[in-house]
């Protein structure tokens, strides 16, 4: 092994190729989403189905992944303006999660006869909640600090954000059995897009689990400390 090569080298190496992977694979979903509605005219359910995959498998997936240190996006960035490239993407992804969900739950009478419908609605639900949350976490006001403290906020925003995410890119994998992908979309084809939205959740959460596995870490030395 040469010298000053370490284990912690060697998987920021290979972090650094995941991530470089899951760039790909999300640049290809965003392609195909906007190809497959394009066709459609971005009519109801193409319509819906571009906005909140769009939102989440694309916008929301690179905000995630905004403070790696392997993101060849933000790598170059201070941490202050990743935390601001974070913020945008995830009100433009956000928002987009939200219109599209509305105009869906606008266009039926019954909306959660389906596991999709069911995870999307919770989907919809956190993600509007996180958008709050984030607000809370990056302006921190002095009514949230007297609640508790940053490391607290930023404890919950990075968990509860990795729930959201989860829920998102969930709905969007039960989307793939749905009457909408089924009739538009080669079958033979759906198989190797729920592998891609399951390799791309993986390779995204890598590092806000870190991340957040970090914070608890700090999170349980500080209760200790207090207990004492």
Same mark, same amino acid.
């Given at each position: 092994?040469?010298?000053?090569?370490? !284990?912690?080298?060697?998987?920021?190496?290979?972090?650094?190729?995941?991530?470089?992977?899951?760039?790909?694979?999300? $640049?290809?979903?965003?392609? $195909?989403?906007?190809?497959? &509605?394009?066709?459609?005219?971005?009519?109801?359910?193409?319509? @819906?189905?571009?906005?909140?995959?769009? *939102?989440?498998?694309?916008?929301?997936?690179?905000?995630?992944?905004?403070?790696? =240190?392997?993101?060849?996006?933000?790598?170059?960035?201070?941490?202050?303006? !990743? %935390?601001? $490239?974070?913020?945008?993407?995830?009100? #433009?992804?956000?928002?987009?999660?939200?219109?599209? %969900? /509305?105009?869906?739950?606008?266009?039926?009478? #019954? @909306?959660?006869?389906?596991?999709? *419908?069911?995870?999307?609605?919770?989907?919809?639900?956190?993600? &509007? &909640?996180?958008?709050?949350?984030?607000?809370?976490?990056?302006?921190?006001?002095?009514?949230? /600090?007297?609640?508790? +403290?940053?490391?607290?906020?930023?404890?919950?925003?990075?968990?509860?954000?990795?729930?959201?995410?989860?829920?998102?890119?969930?709905?969007?994998?039960?989307?793939?059995?749905? =009457?909408?992908?089924?009739?538009?979309?080669?079958?033979?084809?759906?198989?190797?897009?729920?592998?891609?939205?399951?390799?791309?959740? *993986?390779?995204?959460?890598?590092? +806000?689990?870190?991340?957040?596995?970090?914070?608890?870490?700090?999170?349980?030395?500080?209760?200790?400390?207090? &207990?004492?």
């Amino acid at each position: 092994m040469p010298e000053g090569y370490t !284990k912690a080298t060697a998987w920021l190496q290979i972090h650094s190729l995941l991530n470089s992977i899951n760039h790909m694979l999300i $640049f290809l979903v965003a392609v $195909f989403f906007f190809i497959l &509605a394009r066709s459609l005219e971005f009519k109801d359910t193409a319509m @819906h189905m571009f906005m909140t995959g769009t *939102g989440f498998h694309v916008l929301i997936a690179q905000a995630m992944m905004s403070h790696s =240190k392997v993101n060849p996006l933000t790598r170059w960035l201070s941490h202050r303006n !990743k %935390s601001r $490239f974070h913020a945008i993407l995830q009100i #433009v992804g956000g928002s987009m999660v939200l219109l599209g %969900s /509305l105009g869906k739950f606008s266009s039926k009478e #019954v @909306h959660f006869n389906t596991w999709h *419908g069911r995870v999307g609605g919770a989907a919809s639900f956190f993600c &509007a &909640a996180s958008i709050v949350g984030g607000f809370v976490n990056y302006f921190q006001p002095k009514i949230a /600090l007297k609640v508790m +403290p940053p490391s607290e906020l930023r404890f919950r925003h990075n968990l509860f954000g990795l729930v959201t995410f989860t829920l998102g890119m969930g709905a969007i994998y039960l989307g793939y059995y749905s =009457k909408f992908f089924t009739k538009y979309v080669d079958t033979d084809f759906i198989p190797g897009m729920m592998l891609i939205t399951g390799i791309v959740y *993986g390779l995204t959460i890598i590092a +806000p689990v870190s991340s957040l596995l970090t914070k608890l870490k700090y999170r349980s030395k500080r209760k200790a400390e207090q &207990a004492q």
